[in-house]
């Protein structure tokens, strides 16, 4: 009875983290339970296998499973502010401290077949979660609120060959969304213009940078469109591809490909805008369009384990993510009630690159009725220091995770686990967001050269500062083995 009381409990704050109400202010793009957690991995029988490895199925065993799992990510995020002056000086500013919790899931079933040669299953999961940052007005010009996600619908299978090798397959259909709520410089548009532009009246001095009297602000949301011809446009499909062997001293490695949603083609999706006039321009509401265009990540996960004790193994992976395609958000506007004065185009600069993550650790493996483990992390950074903004730290980081498996009944396994990331300062005071370059491409009268800035989407109010960020994850599942 107890174990029926806590699968209801964790399948309720699964549907409520994947369709319940967003909560405040960054967080990495990944949900903590699908390949970072212990007990995952290249080389490890789990329920992520849908998205790390598929070939790792078949190191599950025999019989059919469910499981439930839920997960959350606080991030702290530690920001000392730089202003900048239109002489291009800059001084220090405010600090902002805010805290989010993201919250992730899946919900899988699967089992084997064929004397536990062939294994297949079906996983709905959330492999990319982020929430960005709300309720500070400092952080409002890169990010008010907001959240990008994909939900995957995941068929996959795994089959032995030869009593030694495992190869997997996976396909995922998937349904992205973002929401973006920031503020926009008008004053900008103007360049250095007395009547329009920084150095117009902004009740009665100067506009300069980041006036409130010049304040606009933005809420796009935009998602998949609920239509079969959309649903399963390319862009939305995905697939995991992996084989895991088994060497003659009994260890296994492994090797996983993940393309997400957007990695074969550019996601291109569509919803309404909401833009609030500054003050200076009336501060009317309109209504428009929006389509945002972006790119996801491809990864490779390559994974080593072996016993080491009569009850442990020792694990180790590395995974690479090519997250250099995903340079910017590409924004766009129209119809409506939109005016000349509303931007069409205003891409939002992300600048990120490939991405290194080296993993090692200890756990007990699957023979015992209660498991215990843990791992390190190493990871390079995801941008160069000067990307920094509230809604993209970059910067290398260290990662502590650990977890047990406890089996509370005969069939029923529960499954904690906890990490503790964490990234050093990052010193961003030498920003690529630079609301000089709006100016400078304005006043030159849009030229090309001039203009880089503005087509990559850096032309925008400055996010100099220092960056600190903390993160805690933590994972609850609980599974149910029909033998």
Sequence with gaps: MRAAHLLLL???????????????????????????????GPTSGHASSFFVNPAALGLMGQGWHLHLGGSGQLNSLYLDTQTVAPDGTQSPGESSRTHTFTPGGIIALYGSFQEN?????????????????????????HSERGQIRQGMLTLAGSVKFAGRLLVGLGISLGYSSLELQFARDSALDGGSDADTGINSD??????????????????????????????????NISASVGAAYKL????????GYVALPGAFGKLSLSGTATVTRSPRDGGQEEEA??????????????????????DYDLLT?????????????????????LGTAIPEWMPRYRGMHDVWRLSGGIESNDSQRHRIGARLRLETSSAESAAASPILVPGSNVTLATGAEIRVADQWVMGLGYELGWTPTVDARDSDFDPLAAVACVDSGYSFDACRA???????????????????????????DSL
């Design 10 to 40: 964790v399948a309720a704050g699964l549907m409520g983290s994947y369709f319940g109400p967003t909560p405040v202010a960054a967080s990495p793009m990944e949900d903590t339970s699908l390949g970072g957690a212990v007990f995952t």
């Design 117 to 141: 040669t062939t294994h297949f299953g079906v996983a709905l999961h959330t492999p990319t979660v982020q929430q960005f940052p709300s309720g500070d007005p400092l952080l409002g010009f």
């Design 202 to 235: 902004c009740g009665g001095s100067p506009c300069g940078f980041q006036n409130p009297e010049a304040r606009e602000q933005y809420d796009i949301r935009v998602g998949n469109p609920f239509s079969l011809s959309s649903l399963f446009a390319l862009k």
């Design 248 to 255: 003659p001293d009994k260890s296994w490695l492994g090797i």
């Design 289 to 310: 369009t929006a389509e945002v265009g972006f790119r996801m990540a491809q990864m490779v996960f390559l994974g080593y384990r072996r016993a080491i004790l009569k």
């Design 317 to 337: 992976d590395l995974r690479w993510q090519d997250w250099s395609r995903h340079d910017q958000f590409d924004i766009r506007l129209f119809g409506g009630q």
């Design 454 to 480: 503005a087509r990559d989407g850096r032309a925008l109010s400055t996010a100099a500062g220092t960056y600190q960020q903390l993160r805690h994850g933590m994972v609850l599942s609980l599974r149910y």
